[in-house]
């Protein structure tokens, strides 16, 4: 069976996030002003052939951690949708 994957790639909160900052000035000086924080990261969606759902989400997980995020900057997320 084939399932869809989606894979949430964020930068680390302790880490900082200069196209965050960058998207954050623009949206200033749009005079939108009342957001206080922008983070810039990745959606990726994985078409994924499995047995069961538990094993499409392990295959995404391992793609994420090999190739899709860098564990020493990003954090991931995996969900079945």
Do not use: C, H, W
């Amino acid at each position: 069976m084939t399932y869809t994957v989606q894979v949430k790639v964020m930068p680390l909160k302790e880490l900082l996030d200069p196209q965050g900052k960058a998207v954050m000035g623009g949206l200033q000086n749009l005079g939108l002003g009342n957001i206080q924080d922008v983070r810039v990261g990745k959606n990726i969606t994985l078409q994924v052939e499995a047995n069961t759902p538990d094993q499409a989400k392990a295959i995404a997980e391992e793609a994420s951690k090999k190739l899709l995020a860098n564990p020493v900057m990003e954090y991931f997320e995996v969900v079945i949708s």
